[in-house]
C-alpha cells in the first residue's frame, strides 16, 4: 500500500491527467517519476497510470510528428 505522501501524489497526478489543458510532455514526465519511484519501493503501479504514460508517449510522439516541416 502506498504511503500518504505517494498516495496525495497519485491522487493529484490523476487531477492533472483529467483536464484538458496540460502540457503533455510535463505530464509525461512527472506521471513516469511516479511510475518509477513506486517501483523503487516495491508498491504495484496502478494500471491507469502505466496507461497515461503510454497515452501521453503517443500524444508527444503524434504532435512532433504534425509539427515536422513538409
Known amino acids: 500500500m502506498p504511503t500518504a505522501i505517494l498516495q496525495s501524489k497519485i491522487t493529484s497526478l490523476r487531477d492533472k491527467l483529467a483536464q ?4 503533455p510532455v510535463t505530464l509525461h514526465d512527472e506521471v513516469q517519476e511516479a511510475v518509477t519511484l513506486l517501483e523503487s519501493v516495491h508498491e504495484t503501479v496502478p494500471s491507469d497510470l502505466r496507461e497515461a504514460v503510454e497515452e501521453l508517449q503517443a500524444e508527444i510522439l503524434e504532435e512532433f510528428y504534425d509539427n515536422l516541416p513538409v
Open 20 to 23: 484538458e489543458h496540460v502540457d
